[in-house]
């Protein structure tokens, strides 16, 4: 039936068909012949495959848009065995968010990233660190102290300049916790270089690497989610409330901390758990001693998409309408306006008058209109971030130096 299509349209409806297998929705078969049906004829000219086609990827389309229904979905994970390998540091190790650099666009904080461990034994189904990484391993940098405290990484952090530097680009910052030292690696260096800030991010609930005595600049974070997107697309990782009390134990001994409510997803029924969400966290956690609650949504670059697509597992974090924004694909901005409005909305005056709230990756005009504010350019953002983060940090008198003067 197909046989009229040109090689472009077969193409898109072999990936079409992919993306509704792995969704658990109707074949395309299936809807191709119900929609040939509507013209009680057989498919015998271009004309009429093309009518036909066109028809059944606007089918396709009216499931994208619609929230996403996880109510009969069975997930499942690709149960990758990984090798644990440990290797000398790359030439380069410290690098940048990956966010496009124009101002009009996307607004970003221009967090610098240290790549200790590359890969994840984590399985989100939205992870591009999948698409980044392969061969079945985990390599752990061994010798990360001697690399930290060498001069060529000293020529890379300027010492007079304030630093916030991020683990979690390339793998999760404790799934290990500290089994192969790379946490107290990170907390020698920041006892000696309180002008930086290094960033942990995690969806673990490991607790074991916590420490009575620690540098305050050393900021563990989690990512959180609603309960479904946890339970059904955030695999092998701890359960929501897990995070929430790991987070709650490291702040009960000294650590600021944060959260990252990201990637929120678009599903039915979104707007009563990411309320359940936000009442735990608040419920658990002293907003006094929080840092940062970044808020962001799905994102995806067209090679991470055909990743996804590829791997053998079933998820619907691609069944979304995939508007492209500077060279990206994501939700429309009218849908995040909904859903981040709604979910800064949902956090007691204390919090918002305590914490620093921000988009991740998101349209600059966003801000304003989601969390009452905005800024002129990703420079702007970046200096009141490190303001916030070390103002909030130098306040508690615990650093030795006065770095008042560097902020």
Same mark, same amino acid.
């Given at each position: 039936?197909?046989? !009229? ?67 009969? !979905? ?199 758990? @990411? ?53 990206? @694909? ?44 905005? @800024? ?12 916030? @983060? ?18």
């Amino acid at each position: 039936m197909t046989e !009229f299509l040109t090689f472009q349209q077969r193409k898109i409806l072999k990936e079409q068909a992919e993306n509704l297998l792995q969704w658990g929705e109707t074949r395309i078969e299936d809807i191709w012949l119900r929609e040939a049906e509507k013209y009680n004829k057989e498919i015998k000219c271009k004309r009429d495959a093309t009518l036909v086609y066109n028809n059944v990827l606007k089918r396709i389309n009216e499931i994208r848009m619609l929230p996403t229904d996880y109510q009969n !979905f069975t997930s499942e994970n690709s149960n990758e065995y990984f090798k644990i390998e440990f290797i000398n540091a790359p030439e380069v190790i410290i690098g940048r968010c990956p966010c496009p650099s124009e101002d009009k666009v996307l607004r970003c904080c221009n967090l610098a990233t240290l790549d200790a461990v590359q890969q994840c034994v984590f399985d989100c189904a939205y992870c591009s660190i999948q698409s980044f990484y392969h061969e079945g391993k985990i390599r752990v940098i061994k010798n990360l102290k001697e690399v930290l405290f060498s001069d060529n990484f000293r020529k890379m952090i300027d010492e007079n300049e304030i630093w916030h530097i991020g683990t979690g680009q390339s793998s999760d910052s404790l799934m290990f916790g500290n089994d192969y030292d790379t946490i107290s690696a990170l907390e020698e260096y920041c006892y000696h270089n309180e002008n930086v800030i290094i960033e942990l991010k995690t969806k673990s609930s490991r607790t074991d690497w916590i420490k009575d005595e620690h540098p305050l600049n050393l900021i563990p974070t989690w990512s959180l989610n609603a309960k479904t997107i946890v339970d059904k697309e955030e695999h092998n990782t701890a359960s929501l409330i897990g995070r929430i009390k790991a987070a709650e134990k490291a702040i009960n001994e000294g650590y600021f901390s944060g959260f990252h409510i990201h990637p929120m997803v678009y599903f039915d029924g979104y707007k009563t758990e @990411y309320r359940d969400l936000v009442y735990m966290l608040t419920d658990y956690i002293d907003p006094k001693k929080i840092l940062m609650v970044s808020i962001g949504t799905l994102t995806f670059t067209k090679n991470v998409l055909k990743k996804i697509r590829l791997r053998n597992f079933k998820t619907k974090i691609t069944c979304m309408p995939l508007s492209e924004i500077a060279g990206k @694909y994501s939700y429309p901005n009218e849908t995040k306006k909904e859903m981040f409005s709604y979910l800064y909305s949902l956090f007691p005056q204390n919090w918002k008058d305590n914490v620093f709230f921000y988009l991740c990756m998101e349209d600059s005009s966003l801000w304003q209109p989601c969390l009452n504010k905005s @800024y002129a350019s990703n420079s702007e953002f970046e200096e009141d971030m490190k303001k916030q @983060y070390f103002g909030k940090i130098y306040a508690s008198k615990r650093l030795e130096n006065n770095i008042e003067t560097i902020i």
